[in-house]
């Protein structure tokens, strides 16, 4: 019978246990955290859902209408077009720069937990040709992601639009609420075959690119003939690792939620707090100001990271674990790095054949 993906969860779970606790290491623990978080692997389970803020019926009449006014009193927009474009571009190179950096660290957390030993500095500079060929797939990926979105919506907009349908909508609700409903489900396709082409290269292209020094494509290539071969392996690892990640998301979740608490409300009162005394003082909107609250959610937002990464360290090692495991048994490469031959026994040196000690002749007898 062939290794399933159920029969992976435990091995997975022996692992993170010998890895994290087998003695426990607070500097191995951060270490892990630092580079799950900087890999992007928090979406994989570790990550706390964020709740959507609730529909507050707000009066129309009374003092809220005079709150955007008061703040943005004296506000000349000319004068913030530079500073709204040099977020926007900073915005947009930090972000390419994560993906790089994300890229090299998702070798060191494959390292890492392959080894039982994170080593940061090491496989950082030893994985820049693997990083950048995965940073390279990574931001193809995103363009064809964002073409293809366009295009899905971009087509059916501009036919309706040709069609007439969008400047006299009433006379054809009945072919606008299908074509909608099946854009929908054109999306909700779309996303999901993203995601799954996503998932499956951290978990299956990542480890042949690791230890063969492939690019994508080629890892690509092997793992589309091996899940040819074995579709419904590869379907239940699918199906049971989104029962797992939505298992860990529910314990890590309600663990960040009483961490937020904690140490987040405190955050926000003061943040409040010190809003309302700079309002009370007469300070108003400046890019000074906006800077500083932007900087300051920033912080707070790293520190919101940082500590949901904290949390989510058990995740971080499992689900590679889990992956490893099962790609194992069906990649040799793979099985041979994650179960190490034993070192032979010596052979112990055979002993000299078995020789009479030497007897000097009798004497001869005094006649």
Same mark, same amino acid.
């Given at each position: 019978m062939p290794f399933s993906a159920l029969d992976a969860i435990n091995p997975a779970i022996e692992h993170t246990k010998r890895q994290l606790f087998k003695p426990f290491r607070f500097g191995q623990w951060t270490r892990v955290a630092l580079v799950g978080l900087l890999a992007g692997e928090l979406s994989s389970g570790g990550g706390c859902n964020v709740p959507s803020i609730p529909n507050l019926n707000i009066p129309h009449n009374g003092p809220s209408q005079h709150v955007l006014p008061e703040i943005f009193n004296g506000?000349?927009?000319?004068?913030? +077009?530079?500073?709204? %474009?040099?977020?926007?571009f900073s915005a947009f190179v930090l972000g390419i720069l994560f993906m790089y950096v994300s890229s090299v660290m998702r070798f060191i957390l494959f390292d890492g937990v392959l080894a039982k030993e994170c080593h940061i500095r090491a496989g950082w500079g030893r994985r820049q040709l693997e990083g950048w060929r995965y940073f390279l797939w990574k931001l193809a990926y995103a363009i064809t992601t964002f073409c293809a979105a366009i295009a899905l919506l971009g087509i =059916?907009?501009? *036919?309706? *639009?040709? &069609?007439?349908?969008?400047?006299?909508p009433k006379q054809h609700v009945v072919v606008l609420i299908l074509g909608g409903i099946a854009l929908f489900f054109l999306l909700a396709f779309l996303v999901i075959a993203m995601v #799954? +082409?996503? #998932?499956?290269?951290?978990?299956?292209? +990542? =480890?042949? &690119?690791?230890?063969?020094?492939?690019?994508?494509?080629?890892? /690509? @290539? @092997?793992? /589309?003939?091996? &899940?040819k071969a074995e579709t419904g392996g590869y379907a239940g690892y699918i199906g049971m690792k989104i029962v797992l990640a939505i298992v860990a998301g529910i314990v890590i979740g309600i663990i960040g939620f009483i961490f937020a608490l904690i140490i987040l409300v405190p955050a926000a009162g003061v943040a409040i707090a010190a809003v309302l005394a700079a309002k009370a003082a007469g300070v108003g909107w400046t890019v000074y100001t906006i800077t500083l609250a932007v900087?300051?959610?920033?912080?707070?937002?790293?520190?919101?990271?940082? *500590?949901?990464?904290?949390?989510?360290? =058990?995740? +971080? #090692? *499992?689900f590679p674990a889990y992956? &490893?495991? %099962?790609?194992?048994?069906?990649?040799?490469?793979?099985?041979?790095?994650?179960?190490?031959?034993l070192p032979a026994a010596p052979i112990p040196p055979t002993p000299p054949p078995y020789q009479a000690p030497f007897l000097p002749p009798n004497p001869e007898p005094i006649a």
């Open positions: 506000f000349d927009p000319s004068l913030y +077009i530079g500073l709204i %474009f040099v977020l926007v =059916p907009v501009g *036919f309706a *639009f040709v &069609m007439g349908w969008l400047t006299d #799954v +082409i996503y #998932v499956l290269t951290k978990d299956f292209v +990542i =480890p042949q &690119m690791a230890l063969e020094n492939i690019g994508a494509m080629e890892g /690509w @290539r @092997r793992l /589309w003939a091996m &899940m900087v300051a959610g920033c912080v707070l937002l790293a520190v919101f990271l940082c *500590f949901s990464s904290l949390i989510s360290v =058990p995740a +971080i #090692v *499992f992956s &490893m495991y %099962f790609f194992a048994a069906r990649y040799p490469a793979l099985r041979s790095a994650l179960y190490p031959a």
